[in-house]
């Protein structure tokens, strides 16, 4: 794998701030970000409509590997030199089910939190986040003790 596609959505201020992040990364493997939608992601990707709506985040390798939401986050990750071992942490049983729940939360309240990115004032941030419902994390099979968590983490 030489390079990955990130389709990001042009209207979100979270997505166009994580295009920025993520084209000032020093990489492992290239990164292109395009417009979800666009004329140049439908041409290259004419099929990415059957697979992704235009709510998902999209990452397709030059191999043909479809990534979306949270495991196309964990390869953007994985692409990056600081970032590897993270990518490689959050795939592991036990935090797997805390990065889908935190993709799952920002994507569901991404507009809200666009919104907020644009107010200058932290403290009106912090008020809306304290009302963001969070799903429970699923455990592991097994329910791994604590203890293998911090194991882990260290």
Not at 49 to 66: F, M, P
Not at 104 to 126: F, H
Request: with cysteine; aromatic share 8%.
């Amino acid at each position: 794998m030489q390079k990955l596609y990130v389709l990001y959505d042009p209207k979100c201020e979270i997505c166009r701030r994580l295009k920025d992040w993520i084209l000032v990364q020093r990489s492992w493997i290239g990164i292109a970000v395009l417009e979800a939608g666009s004329e140049k992601a439908r041409r290259l990707f004419p099929e990415l409509e059957q697979i992704a709506t235009k709510d998902d985040l999209a990452v397709i390798s030059d191999e043909g590997a479809v990534y979306l939401n949270n495991l196309a986050w964990i390869m953007v990750l994985y692409a990056m030199v600081e970032y590897r071992d993270w990518a490689a942490r959050l795939t592991h049983p036990i935090l797997a089910p805390l990065a889908r729940q935190a993709f799952a939360a920002l994507s569901k309240n991404r507009r809200r939190l666009s919104s907020w990115l644009s107010t200058e004032d932290p403290e009106v941030i912090a008020g809306e986040l304290r009302q963001v419902e969070l799903e429970p994390c699923a455990l592991p099979a097994g329910n791994a003790p604590v203890s293998t968590v911090r194991e882990y983490l260290q």
